[in-house]
């Protein structure tokens, strides 16, 4: 299909990106639109899964820039904001950036406007999914897979369910970080691949296709066990950073609801043995000195952050 050589007055144009997430497809075709002077209310952006892709219309052609057309200009706050932004599950995040960066070239100052809904609304995308890679860093959980000799070996299998189109970017965090490890990560939304060597992508995968546990999660729930301090437990702030969807994916949140239950009565003995060592009042500076130090010695006490 041959790209249209000029503007056809009002005609509405048809974008289709090849993946959810491709922030250089969207780009490159944002640049092409504005390098031609095709105003938002003229695009229509699909992608794979998006709703209303089957029966979105519009010329599928785009037009051609003039060779004398102006470069298109974009901030680095723009760029770095809507590369995020991008991976929003937002079926509408497509049009707000393009609307966003045609903005942008009358007004280069806009980005800088806080009370701006446009831009505020790319913001709160743009957290949203740092927040999710934030989640996925902290909560995916590899499973130990036996494979045959042939295939070198151990293998791990972790299954994580991302809230956006978080998987390929969060990649290169988990080639790093597990860089002699053979592992996959599967998700509802494709998968990662990693030999040691090569990163591959695969398709959609379900729950049933990863492992449900091996044998060491026991330690890994022992260890868990013995670094929970009831004395700092705060059960909404624990829930707030380590939401309940997640739980079912990680060893150690079998034991949250008994720790829980169990640390107050935890925390009123471990008070009860520091009160034991400074039943004296002190009287003198010196034996303030001396109370100071035993009750950094006391349980309770060294699980607190000295100021």
Known sequence: MSPLRHIEPDTCYLVHLPEPDDFDAWRERARTLIQCGVPPDRIVWTAPGGAGDLFAQGDPRLPVPDPEAPPVRASRRFVELARN????????????????????????????????????????????????????????????????????????????????????????????????????????????????????????????DAPTGDPMEDLWRTYYASIFNPARLKVGAMLKEMPRKYWKNMPEAALIPELIAGAQKRELQMVAEGALETEDRPETLKAVDKAIHQCRRCRSAASTTRR
């Open 85 to 208: 932004a991008m991976l929003h599950t937002d079926a509408e995040r497509f049009a707000l950036l393009y609307r966003a960066l045609w903005r942008l070239q009358a007004n280069p100052r806009v980005m800088e406007d806080k009370a701006d809904l446009d831009i505020r609304r790319i913001e709160e995308l743009d957290k949203a999914v740092r927040r999710d890679s934030h989640k996925m860093h902290a909560f995916v959980r590899f499973r130990r897979v036996e494979s045959d000799e042939e295939e070198n070996g151990e293998h791990y299998v972790a299954w994580f369910e991302p809230e956006h189109h978080i998987l390929r970017a969060n990649a290169g965090f988990f080639v790093r970080r597990f860089a002699n490890m053979k592992w996959s990560i599967l998700t509802p939304r494709g998968s990662l691949h990693w030999d040691g060597e090569t990163l591959e992508e695969g398709p959609p995968a379900q729950r049933a």
